[in-house]
Every structure is written in C-alpha cells, then in structure tokens.
C-alpha cells in the first residue's frame, strides 16, 4: 500500500520556523520526484517546491524563494520542507506529493497556521 505521512505542521507566529516531514512506504522512494503542494483557506492548490529523484535540483515558487528549503533522504525515504521567516499567506493545508509518469500519490496533508 502506498502511503505518504505528513507531519510536522502546527501553529507558529510570523517570522517564525517550521519543519514539515513526509514519510513514504510502498513504493520505489529513490525513484519520484518529490514535491510540497499547498492550499490556503479558500483557495487552489498551489505548488511550492520540488526536488528531483536524487535530489540535485529544487525548485521554488518564487514567493518563497529564499525562506524554504526542500530536501530529502532516498535512505529513509523522507522528504522535508524546511521553512522559515513564515508569514500569514503561508497559513495552509501542505501535502507531500510524488511522481513519476503517470504515478501520482499524495499525502493527506498537515496544517500550518501562521498567525500571532
């Protein structure tokens, strides 16, 4: 069975830090792309960053560019999202995503709420 487990979400006031985890089993780990994915309160989903199979290349939506940092483990086949420097349009639902052709698999998502 597939599964992809987020943790690590909770509540933080501005300015502060984060570390969300997602935790794979079921499938080829070393293999995926891996992604973070968000929805704020209301709104689509929004890609925030990625992370190729063996992790040389991220990538950035720009609007957090600078504040978080992707990377992953294929030994423990975790990947994380190091955030920092949070602000209130981070508040969100994150879910760890990967893929690799026509696989998709998601995460039931972790929430992160940024207020004072």
């Known amino acids: 069975e597939v599964q992809l487990v987020e943790s690590g979400g909770g509540l933080v006031q501005p300015g502060g830090s984060l570390r969300l985890s997602c935790a794979a089993s079921?499938?080829?780990?070393?293999?995926?792309?891996m992604s973070w994915v968000r929805q704020a309160p209301g709104k689509g989903l929004e890609w925030v960053s990625d992370?190729?199979?063996?992790?040389?290349?991220?990538r950035y939506v720009d609007s957090v560019k600078g504040r978080f940092t992707i990377s992953r483990d294929n030994a423990k086949n975790t990947v994380s999202l190091q955030m920092s420097s949070l602000k209130a349009e981070d508040t969100a639902v994150y879910y760890c995503?990967?893929?690799?052709?026509?696989?998709?698999?998601w995460g039931q998502g972790t929430q992160v709420t940024v207020s004072s």
């Open positions: 995503r990967g893929t690799i052709g026509s696989n998709d698999f």
């Open positions: 079921g499938f080829t780990f070393s293999r995926y792309a």
């Open positions: 992370i190729n199979s063996v992790g040389g290349t991220t």
